[in-house]
């Protein structure tokens, strides 16, 4: 059974670092990687997806590594900013045409200013 | 936000009360997902439907059905309400891109359900 780990549960930085959001999965035969982002009380938004056979991708001051072998994937935030702060989770989908997605528990992320 | 909304947004209502959810999206998706998410359990499939009348079951479904009656809409139904299902609940559906090979889920606003 995939299990999903995020450490740190909780990041409290300040404004302007960079920081790296960690994610680790037991079975490392997935499909693809998604990373969201989730605001108290909100539904998820959807920040960056990775497939198996790709390393990273970039998306503004988003940056998510993926490295399917070691179970791992990171979501690297440059110049970190108050709005960034937010609950992020990773989630891996195992196969393809609506396979589920295993979701981590989250980091919850607060940049203060 | 993909075209999904889900109602009602907030229910209160009593152990044994069957209650109804509907997630509606307006983009003719084909796959389309019900979540609850719990504290110490993240987010957790409860069912799923790959299209008009077509669902199955996922890690969490006891207690729950589910009908898909017209693409846009996806009902989850609590047949009788338990107190273990006070929860928050996410609609979600894939789109493909890229020739197929590229699913991305997109998530309702979710709905605070308590049972009292």
């Known amino acids: 059974k995939q299990e999903v780990t995020q450490i740190p549960a909780a990041l409290s930085v300040p404004e302007g670092e960079n920081l790296v959001l960690n994610c680790s999965f037991t079975?490392?035969?997935?499909?693809?990687l998604q990373w969201f982002r989730q605001d108290p009380g909100k539904g998820l938004t959807s920040l960056l997806l990775?497939?198996?056979?790709?390393r990273e991708q970039t998306s503004g001051r988003l940056n998510a590594s993926l490295d399917k072998s070691s179970g791992r994937s990171t979501l690297y935030i440059a110049a970190s900013q108050p709005g960034d702060s937010a609950t992020y989770l990773c989630?891996?989908?195992?196969?393809?045409?609506?396979?589920?997605?295993?979701f981590g528990e989250g980091t919850q992320l607060t940049v203060n200013p | 936000d993909a075209g999904i909304t889900q109602s009602p947004r907030h229910k209160v209502t009593e152990t044994g009360t069957p209650v109804t959810l509907r997630c509606h999206q307006t983009e003719n998706h084909r796959y389309m997902y019900w979540y609850r998410q719990d504290p110490g359990h993240g987010l957790r499939l409860i069912h799923y439907?790959?299209?008009?009348?077509?669902?199955d079951k996922g890690e969490v479904s006891d207690g729950y059905s589910v009908s898909r009656s017209k693409t846009e809409d996806f009902l989850l139904t609590l047949e009788s309400a338990t107190s273990s299902q006070t929860s928050v609940y996410f609609c979600?559906?894939?789109?493909?891109?890229?020739?197929?090979?590229?699913?991305?889920?997109?998530f309702g606003p979710g709905t605070r359900l308590l049972v009292l």
């Open positions: 989630a891996v989908r195992r196969g393809t045409s609506g396979s589920r997605l295993t």
């Open positions: 439907s790959y299209g008009v009348k077509d669902t």
């Open positions: 079975d490392s035969a997935i499909y693809n």
């Open positions: 979600a559906i894939s789109e493909f891109q890229r020739g197929g090979d590229q699913e991305t889920q997109y």
């Open positions: 990775i497939q198996s056979s790709q």
